[in-house]
Each structure stands twice: as C-alpha cells, then as structure tokens.
C-alpha cells in the first residue's frame, strides 16, 4: 500500500510575522539555488546545505519524517540535500512565509504543473485570477488551512497521482468531505490547490477557507482510513 505523508497546518487570521529570516531568504531566491549544475548532484552536501539543514532541524524537528529526509541520511549528495531543503521548507510556508507571498509561492513555483498561466487549480473551469486569490487570503480574518499530500515517485506512478488533472478530479471528489472535516458549511467553501511534480517525491498543496462573513475557528478530523482511499 502506498505511503503517504500528510500535514495540515494553518495560517492565522491578521498578521503572521516573518521570523526566521535565514530561511525566508532561501525561500525567496529558490529558483536561483535550486540550479544546480547535473553532473554535480551526486556530489557530496556542500557545507552550506549541511549548515542550513541544520538549522531546519533544529526549527522543525517533524522534518526528519519527511521521506526527503530518509533519501538526505542514506546519500547525502547535493541532490539530495537540495531536495529536503526545499521540502522542508514548504512543509513550514505556515511559520516562514506571508500569507499573500503562500498563494504565489505554491502556484508559480519550479516544476508547478500549470492547467493554465500559473499552477492554481479548484474545481470546475472557470478561470482562477491569481491576484485576487492571494489578496483574499491575505486578507482573510479567519483561519486559512493549508494541507500538504506527499507520497514517492513510484508510488504516484502506481495509483495515477503523478498528473494533475487526476489530483484535479480526486480533490474536487473529496471537497465535501474536506469541508465536512474543517466545520465549514460547503456553500462557504473556497479551495485550491496546486501540484508539485518533483522526481522523487511528488506533492499537493491545498489552501482552504471559508469565504463569508460568519468565521468560526475551525478543526480538521482526518484519519488514516481517509488516506487509503486515495486513487485517481
């Protein structure tokens, strides 16, 4: 049966102060660090990736679940360590990042698979303005729930969820059931999601809210039975 990580922290209504500046730096020029010249990913961890691991740990503690980091301790190559890094810090976008800087982060970034200009994606076809997105959420007074789906390479590959317009399907499916668990009524329900293909381990981002003027906190009840459900 496939394994699968899951997370489900929150953003706050208000404001969410940026702290950890070492690792919001290295969110912010992503992109530019991430290039990493191929014949080189084998090679060992370079010190700074070993430095900033480090201090990923030791903020994170959970992140030594992470299946990034398991391939990171077998082999620690660049490849590897670039791959926990970033995951790492994707798992915590909640504590590092602005709320109007997620939405943007998750829909632009590298190997987003795009259903149109960007990689935001909900149900149905209309088409999803990126800017007003992020200006809702950011602007948003109650609790903005952000899952995260992770599963291996060769695990997507046997259920379907290496392509998005399953993830697509399968979210748009489980939406109710998603809103039932966070207390939200669904005519309240707003959803997106975003899909992240990376080599080894593919993900999902989901943001998840309630739209209206009526907000109440919110609590998710998921359990492991739900996860065996997945498949396209």
């Not at 939406?175 to 966070?182: F, K």
């Amino acid at each position: 049966m496939p394994r699968i990580i899951f997370k489900c922290p929150y953003l706050k209504g208000g404001d969410n102060t940026v702290h950890l500046s070492n690792l919001v730096s290295y969110i912010a020029t992503r992109d530019g660090v991430q290039k990493f010249n191929e014949k080189h990913k084998n090679l060992p961890s370079t010190k700074k990736q070993e430095h900033l691991i480090a201090d990923i740990i030791k903020e994170f503690p959970n992140t030594r679940n992470l299946f990034e980091y398991e391939d990171y301790i077998a082999s620690k190559t660049i490849e590897n360590a670039s791959d926990f890094i970033s995951i790492a810090l994707e798992h915590n976008l909640d504590i590092v990042a602005k709320k109007e800087n997620y939405v943007d982060y998750i829909a632009n970034r590298p190997r987003v698979e795009k259903l149109s200009s960007h990689g935001l994606f909900t149900s149905g076809d209309d088409e999803i303005i990126l800017s007003k997105v992020a200006d809702e959420v950011s602007n948003h007074q109650g609790n903005v729930w952000t899952p995260i789906i992770s599963l291996r390479r060769e695990d997507a590959v046997v259920t379907g969820f290496e392509h998005v317009e399953n993830w697509k399907d399968f979210l748009s499916h489980y939406a109710p059931t998603i809103a039932e668990n966070l207390k939200i009524p669904i005519g309240d329900f707003r959803w997106y999601a975003a899909f992240h293909n990376e080599s080894h381990h593919p993900h999902i981002h989901m943001i998840c809210y309630r739209y209206g003027s009526k907000l109440r906190q919110s609590h998710l009840y998921l359990f492991q039975k739900d996860y065996h459900s997945l498949h396209p």
